[in-house]
T-cell receptor, first 113, second 112 residues
C-alpha cells in the first residue's frame, strides 16, 4: 500500500512566522504535490516536483516555496505566514507518467493567528 | 481553461438507495479522471481511476463511467450505506501535464 504521511495533523502559528510542512512517501514516487483546500474553492495546486531538486509552480504559488532534497520528502515552506494562509494543506504523490493516479496524505490543518 | 463541476453539491438519502453522482469537465483533452472520497477533516482516498481510453471502472459497489466526448463522468453507488457518508471529489488529469483539476465535490449523507 502506498503511504503518504504529513508531519502534523494540526498546526497553529502566528502571523509572520516561518512555517514548514513536511510530507514523506514510501513508494519511490517521482512526483510529489502540495495542494491547499478551502471551502467553496476546492483543491488548488500550490507546487509540484517531478524529481529531486526539481519543482514547478502550480496555480497559487505566491507566498510559498518548496524543497525536495530527497526523493521521498517534499517540504512546503511559508516564508512569513499570513492569516489568509489558514487552510487545509494536502500532500500527494504519484509515479511519473500520465496514466498514474495520485495518492494523498491525511492533511495538515494550519491556522495562522 | 479546464473547469470541473460536480452536481449536486449535497445529497441526503436513506440507506439502501442507489445513487448517481455527476462530474462534468469543459475540455475533453484529458489523460484520465479520478474519483476520491474525503471524510471530514481527513485526506483524500482514491476510489477509482479511469483512463481516457476507458469507458468505465468498477470496484465493489462503485462503478464510474467516462464519456470523454461529452465531458462527463458519473459515479454510481449501489445499495448505499451510512458508512458511505463523505464528500466525493472528481479530478481530471490535464493533457500534457501531471496536474489534476478538481471539482468542488458532492457531500453525501446516507441515513439509516
Amino acid at each position: 500500500d502506498v503511504k503518504v504521511t504529513q508531519s502534523s495533523r494540526y498546526l497553529v502559528k502566528r502571523t509572520g512566522e516561518k512555517v514548514f510542512l513536511e510530507c514523506v512517501q514510501d513508494m519511490d514516487h517521482e512526483n510529489m504535490f502540495w495542494y491547499r483546500q478551502d471551502p467553496g474553492l476546492g483543491l488548488r495546486l500550490i507546487y509540484f516536483s517531478y524529481d529531486v531538486k526539481m519543482k514547478e509552480k502550480g496555480d497559487i504559488p505566491e507566498g510559498y516555496s518548496v524543497s525536495r532534497e530527497k526523493k521521498e520528502r517534499f517540504s512546503l515552506i511559508l516564508e512569513s505566514a499570513s492569516t489568509n494562509q489558514t487552510s487545509m494543506y494536502l500532500c500527494a504523490s504519484s509515479l511519473s507518467g500520465r496514466s498514474y493516479e495520485q495518492y494523498f496524505g491525511p492533511g495538515t490543518r494550519l491556522t495562522v493567528t | 481553461k479546464q473547469e470541473v463541476t460536480q452536481i449536486p453539491a449535497a445529497l441526503s438519502v436513506p440507506e439502501g438507495e442507489n445513487l448517481v453522482l455527476n462530474c462534468s469537465f469543459t475540455d475533453s483533452a484529458i489523460y484520465n479522471l479520478q474519483w476520491f472520497r474525503q471524510d471530514p477533516g481527513k485526506g483524500l482516498t482514491s476510489l477509482l481511476l479511469i483512463q481516457s481510453s476507458q469507458r468505465e471502472q468498477t470496484s465493489g459497489r462503485l462503478n464510474a463511467s467516462l464519456d470523454k466526448s461529452s465531458g462527463r463522468s458519473t459515479l454510481y453507488i449501489a445499495a448505499s450505506q451510512p458508512g458511505d457518508s463523505a464528500t466525493y471529489l472528481c479530478a481530471v488529469k490535464v493533457w500534457n501535464t501531471d496536474k489534476l483539476i478538481f471539482g468542488t465535490g458532492t457531500r453525501l449523507q446516507v441515513f439509516p
